[in-house]
């Protein structure tokens, strides 16, 4: 088992900028994809960015692309998320997921990742 912390969420003006953290415990001697999912209200959870375990290759949702970096820190067991140039279409709940093994290429499917964390929430208004 997998356990997933995220943090670093808040509200922000347009604009503004935000790093995202998730914290990974439990079970990670494998190695394992791990991307960012987000959620607004009413809508379904999109993907927004992966990248494989080695950090030697990344995706991003096209709506994020140029704004958002996704990295990990391997020796610390964490993902991150900056997110700079936020617009108020970036609101929602924001997840970070992991899969034991690569990364499929392409956009992420929901239903792939088997570990999730509990969320942590992004508004970016004026």
């Known amino acids: 088992q997998v356990q997933l912390v995220e943090s670093g969420g808040g509200s922000v003006q347009p604009g503004g900028s935000l790093r995202l953290s998730c914290v990974a415990s439990?079970?990670?001697?494998?190695?394992?994809?791990m991307g960012w999912f987000r959620q607004a209200p009413g809508k379904e959870r999109e993907g927004v960015a992966t990248?494989?375990?080695?950090?030697?290759?990344?995706y991003y949702a096209d709506s994020v692309k140029g704004r958002f970096t996704i990295s990990r820190d391997n020796a610390k067991s964490t993902m991150y998320l900056q997110m700079n140039s936020l617009k108020p279409e970036d609101t929602a709940m924001y997840y970070c997921?992991?899969?034991?093994?690569?990364?499929?290429?392409?956009?992420?499917?929901?239903?792939?990742?088997?570990?999730w964390g509990q969320g942590t929430q992004v508004t970016v208004s004026s």
């Open positions: 439990g079970s990670i001697h494998n190695s394992y994809c």
């Open positions: 997921a992991a899969v034991t093994g690569g990364c499929e290429p392409g956009p992420l499917i929901v239903a792939r990742f088997t570990y």
């Open positions: 990248i494989t375990h080695g950090s030697f290759w990344t």
